[in-house]
């Protein structure tokens, strides 16, 4: 289960007993809506697709490789196909080595995505295992798509710029500085990170 409309509102109510400024924010703009991805070795492969492109070329790549391997397609299928077949489909050779590293993975057996491990930090340590998967991507796959509500993104700009107008700070905090701002609001720092991608998108009139 991701992090639902109602689990997002709860986490954000109990952040805001605690502190006035989230408290005044949320009356203003209200709460964010979910952003719920599915379980699984394809929404990292999209990831890997949509890395450095825009969406549309990101979404216009996806949608060949679907094509190409068939829309129930497994790792396996991927890794059938040669070079060519898919830099037709967009993928750069940087690109298909990322998503090779991740379909060996998962074919050989040696990356389950139903059974990562419940401690936040070593299942990032499982996902970046994957070549082109860093600590940002395995955050937000572990925030989307299995709902952790600790999950706290600090590399993301938009979160970073998000905190900055929040708290009214001078510079924007970076990826360090923020882990230390986000231990405040343990343990519903996902809700949070979805709150600073909502007020961010909310410029103060």
Same mark, same amino acid.
């Given at each position: 289960?991701?992090?639902?409309?109602?689990?997002?509102?709860?986490?954000?109510?109990?952040v805001a007993?605690?502190?006035?400024?989230?408290?005044?924010e @949320?009356?203003r703009?209200?709460y964010?809506q979910p952003?719920? %991805?599915?379980?699984?070795?394809k929404t990292l492969? %999209?990831?890997?697709?949509?890395q450095?492109?825009?969406v549309a070329?990101?979404?216009?790549?996806w949608?060949?490789l679907?094509?190409?391997?068939?829309e129930?397609?497994?790792p396996?299928?991927?890794l059938?196909r040669d070079f060519?077949?898919?830099?037709?489909?967009? @993928?750069s050779k940087?690109?298909?080595?990322?998503?090779r590293?991740?379909?060996?993975?998962v074919?050989?057996g040696?990356?389950?995505?139903d059974?990562?491990p419940?401690?936040d930090?070593?299942?990032i340590?499982e996902?970046?295992r994957?070549?082109g998967?860093g %600590?940002?991507?395995?955050?937000?796959?572990?925030l989307f798509?299995?709902?952790r509500?600790?999950?706290?993104?600090?590399g993301?700009?938009?979160?970073?710029?998000g905190v900055k107008r929040?708290l009214?700070?001078?510079e924007?905090?970076q990826e360090?500085?923020?882990r230390?701002i986000?231990?405040?609001? %343990?343990?519903?720092?996902?809700p949070m990170a979805?709150?600073?991608?909502?007020?961010?998108?909310?410029?103060a009139?």
């Open positions: 289960m991701g992090l639902t409309a109602d689990r997002i509102k709860s986490g954000l109510d109990a007993v605690a502190d006035t400024t989230v408290a005044k @949320l009356k703009i209200g964010p952003r719920l %991805r599915e379980r699984g070795y492969l %999209r990831t890997i697709v949509g450095q492109v825009s070329a990101a979404s216009s790549m949608n060949k679907e094509a190409e391997l068939g129930g397609f497994t396996a299928c991927l059938e060519d077949t898919l830099r037709a489909c967009g @993928l940087q690109k298909q080595g990322y998503a590293s991740l379909c060996e993975l074919d050989a040696e990356l389950d995505f059974s990562l419940d401690d930090e070593a299942a340590a996902l970046t994957i070549k998967i %600590r940002w991507s395995a955050e937000i796959y572990l798509a299995e709902g509500v600790d999950m706290w993104p600090a993301d700009l938009a979160v970073q710029e929040l009214d700070l001078e924007r905090p360090k500085q923020l230390e986000g231990e405040r609001w %343990r343990p519903h720092r996902g979805i709150f600073t991608w909502h007020f961010y998108a909310n410029p009139l």
